[in-house]
Every structure is written in structure tokens, then in C-alpha cells.
């Protein structure tokens, strides 16, 4: 798949996962253990009698799922996935053992940088959902994208120049 770069980008575009990605109980309770060692991450009783109800993945977890997934998805742009920051994440139900996780991103905004003519600036927002088509995460994300060299050039060249020195008469 092509290398998106940000005049490839449109409001309204949107990308998928491919194949989607199994979620295992040892998953949920191995990246616990190591990165977020709550209770109702770790042990299926101590799920069972929290808000989750039930042995539940860490947010964290998940994220780290949605990035992989988001890395093996049709959303390439040119340079990597570079993020600026977030306007939103957001966990609107919790992973469980057995879940099937996939993603779609939408493109919400394109706009060139003006101080950087190489680059500009992409708003997606990408969910996360479960076998069920019920949504796990939500990430609104500002991504860093290259332009093509030939437009970044043309940019550079529209710029007016900064060399505002005259000479006196």
C-alpha cells in the first residue's frame, strides 16, 4: 500500500484494519502485571467485584492494541505515524478476554503547516471496536505528515520573503 503524504488527504476519508486482533486473558493480565497491576486487570475475581464486573484490559492495554493495529492498517501516511498530541481518548467500554479488536480512522481536518512547508498537520480520529462492532476506544489524534517534495518546494516558493531591508534613496 502507498505512502500517503498530506495532499493525499481529505476530510471524510477513512482507513481499516486488516485482519483483526484476538485478545487473550494472559494478554490482558501479562501487560497488566507489567504496566498497570490493578486488580481488576489482573485477576478475574477482583474484576468480577469492580465497576469492569469482570477481568478487564488496561486502557493502556488497549491503546497499545489500537497502535498496532493502526500500524498494520491501510492508514499510512508518508514517514510513520507521527503524533503531535490528542484532543480525545476515551474508553467507552472496557476489552475483554476473547474480544476481537479492529479499527477504522476517519480524517477529520487537513491543513499545510505555514512556518513548515515540508509538512502540515492531520486531525483522525480513530475507533476501536469489538467483535461486537461496539466501540472500546476512541482517539482523536493530530498527526505530523509530510507533503510530497514538490509541493513543499512550490510552498516555499509561494512564501513571501522575510527580507524586508530597503535601501535609502
Not at 492508514?75 to 476489552?95: C, N
Request: aromatic share 6%.
Amino acid at each position: 500500500m502507498p505512502e500517503l503524504h498530506l495532499e493525499d488527504l481529505a476530510p471524510g476519508q477513512r482507513y481499516r484494519s486488516g485482519r483483526p486482533l484476538a485478545v487473550s486473558a494472559d494478554d490482558i493480565t501479562g501487560f497488566a502485571a507489567r504496566f498497570d497491576p490493578q486488580p481488576f486487570h489482573l485477576d478475574e475475581e477482583a474484576g468480577r467485584g469492580s465497576v469492569f464486573g469482570g477481568l478487564a484490559a488496561s486502557g493502556w492495554h488497549t491503546a497499545a492494541l489500537t497502535m498496532r493495529l493502526l500500524v498494520d492498517s491501510e492508514f499510512r501516511p508518508a514517514g510513520g505515524i507521527v503524533g503531535a498530541g490528542m484532543d480525545e481518548l476515551r474508553w467507552p467500554r472496557p476489552v475483554r478476554p476473547g474480544d476481537e479488536l479492529r479499527i477504522e480512522t476517519e480524517v477529520l481536518e487537513v491543513r499545510p503547516s505555514r512556518s513548515r512547508p515540508e509538512q502540515g498537520m492531520v486531525k483522525a480520529r480513530t475507533t476501536t471496536f469489538n467483535g461486537r462492532d461496539e466501540p472500546v476506544q476512541v482517539l482523536v489524534a493530530n498527526l505530523i505528515v509530510p507533503r510530497r517534495p514538490a509541493a513543499a518546494a512550490q510552498q516555499r516558493d509561494e512564501r513571501p520573503s522575510t527580507n524586508s531591508s530597503r535601501q535609502a534613496p
